[in-house]
């Protein structure tokens, strides 16, 4: 399976090391020209390229870039290909923007809405990436951590589930992209570097939460 990663940051460099460690073909893009990007990725095991390219010859594209770029992100050519949203709204780097910061919708919904015909699964997004260097393990070692992924489609999320597997960590079905919200920034999950059963209870306690019943109210509201 080819995987592309765009972007090419600490995120970015993490899971093309980890996936490409896992056998996986992996092509990176960065933003413009890939030249600067080509030897620190091959050294990882993986290929620089351009956004085109990597979108053309990708079976699924990992998004690693700042949120606050997803509108660059080339819509009609992700046209039927399963998008990993790894994204979250970080205000140091993305600015105040409270199109992103709204507690209606997860941030993931509007990737999808920018991405209208993509599959868009939001995974990978929660963990720092110093932790996802640190605690990949085959499947099966103890004290293995785990990552959640939200998703529409049960056919989607299960080809995510496997891809998490591969990269070393037991997948967690968090429910629909709206449930995103329960990883974004705010959320107990969001940083968190736990195994399956305690990202389980922290999915479970997010609506009795602060923030989840902030999140449950704007939605009330909204109608
Ligand atoms: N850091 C973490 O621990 C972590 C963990 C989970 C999720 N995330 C999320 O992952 C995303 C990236 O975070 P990061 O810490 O890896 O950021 P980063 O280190 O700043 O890297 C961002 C990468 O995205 C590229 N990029 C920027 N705009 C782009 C565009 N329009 N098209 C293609 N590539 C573009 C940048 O390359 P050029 O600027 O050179 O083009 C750079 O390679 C963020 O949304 C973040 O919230 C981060």
Redesign the pocket.
Known sequence: MKLGI???????SVLTRLAASAGYRVLV????DPAPIAARMQALGAEAVS?DTLVDESDAVIL????G?YR??PAEALRGKLVLD???Y?WA?DGIRDDLNDPRTSTSELVQAHLDGARVVKA???????DLEDEARPTGMPERKAIAIAGDHSDDIEQVARLVDDLGFDPVAAGPLSAGIMLEPGAEAFGADVAATQLRDMLDGFWTSQRGIIVARARANSG
């Open positions: 765009i972007g090419a940051g600490r995120l970015g893009a960065r933003s413009g956004v690693a870039l700042p949120l770029n660059m992100l790894a994204m979250n970080w780097s990978l997004s929660h963990m720092g990436y110093q």
